[in-house]
């Protein structure tokens, strides 16, 4: 698979089919994050890799109901970072989410490769994932990625979600975030 086809490949569906991951699997997983750009390469990303029973009942412990589709995630990657960890510039560019972004982002593309679905969210207690698993203080927690075969049971997912399934939701027209040579001038 080259890259514009993993990147037209991956979506962000929920039937999860609940087969094992390997180590080997994990691992190409990470060595992707590992490889990612970050800046100064600080490589501020942190995460607990939940695929044990025991981490993987705590973090689906603090799932929101509308994300109840992530029981059946087989691993779940905590992903975590700081302030300090990563280039803090002037104008509020604080790098540490961004670069942990990116590694994410690549590791979902090699995740699509592997022939997997790795879906990230933002709704869960990350308090409570944070105290269960031992998360110190300063780090945010911002996202959960949800990894596992595509699977077929869709009985947990909302009319909305049963939609997306089968469609990728929509995007904005270019024209809204892309402009051409100065703000606000869409690119068509
Ligand atoms: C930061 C972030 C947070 C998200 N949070 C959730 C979530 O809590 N629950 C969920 O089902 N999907 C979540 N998603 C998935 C998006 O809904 C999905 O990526 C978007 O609808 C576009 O669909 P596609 O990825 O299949 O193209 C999240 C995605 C991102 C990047």
């Known amino acids: 698979m080259d890259v514009k086809e993993a990147v037209q ?100 593309l090699r995740a699509t490769e592997l022939g997997l679905i790795a879906h990230p969210i933002a709704g869960y207690d990350a308090m409570t994932i944070k105290q269960n698993l031992a998360i110190p203080d300063g780090y945010v927690l911002i996202t959960l990625v949800n990894i596992g075969y595509p699977g077929t049971d869709v009985s947990m997912l909302s009319e909305k979600q049963l939609l997306s399934e089968k469609e990728r939701p929509p995007r904005k027209p270019v024209g809204k975030n892309f402009f051409n040579g100065r703000w606000g001038e869409p690119w068509s």
Not at 29 to 45: A, V, Y
Not at 74 to 100: G, Q, T
């Open 9 to 108: 490949r991956r979506r962000a569906t929920r039937a999860l089919d609940q087969r094992p991951l390997t180590d080997d699997v994990i691992n190409e997983l990470i060595e992707t994050m590992r490889l990612s750009p970050s800046c100064n390469n600080n490589q501020p990303w942190r995460v607990v890799v939940a695929r044990d029973p025991s981490s993987l009942a705590t973090v689906k412990g603090s799932l929101t109901k509308g994300n109840s589709w992530a029981q059946r995630a087989a691993a779940i990657f905590v992903i975590c970072a700081r302030l300090d960890d990563d280039c803090k510039l002037a104008d509020h560019r604080d790098y540490f989410l961004f670069s942990s972004g990116l590694a994410v982002g690549e590791m979902m």
